[in-house]
Nanobody
């Protein structure tokens, strides 16, 4: 069992940066792949980024590639999402998730956090 708690969301102007954190409970955090997903009002949840258990392999949605960076610190049971050059279309609730493999499909992740709101003003 893994419990996930996100933090770091907020209101930022376009072009600004935010760093999201996802703190995990449980001793097995390092064995899970982690992902970040987002959901804007009236839209479906979409994949943002994923990282494997060791942190050596990452993947990103085309819409955030080059602007967002996913990383993890297994000693701290935490995964991060550094978001730079933010755009209004990045506005959404961002959620982290834990699963067996680093995929882009939300249904493959077993554990989810509650989410944190990110709002980017123009």
């Amino acid at each position: 069992q893994v419990q996930l708690v996100e933090s770091g969301g907020g209101l930022v102007q376009a072009g600004g940066s935010l760093r999201l954190s996802c703190a995990a409970s449980g001793r097995t955090f390092s064995s899970y792949a982690m992902g970040w997903f987002r959901q804007a009002p009236g839209k479906e949840r979409e994949f943002v980024a994923t990282i494997n258990w060791r942190g050596g392999s990452t993947a990103y949605a085309d819409s955030v590639k080059g602007r967002f960076t996913i990383s993890r610190d297994n000693a701290k049971n935490t995964v991060y999402l550094q978001m730079n050059s933010l755009k209004p279309e990045d506005t959404a609730v961002y959620s982290c998730a834990a699963g067996a493999v680093p995929t882009t499909a939300s249904y493959t992740y077993n554990y989810w956090g509650q989410g944190t709101q990110v709002t980017v003003s123009s």
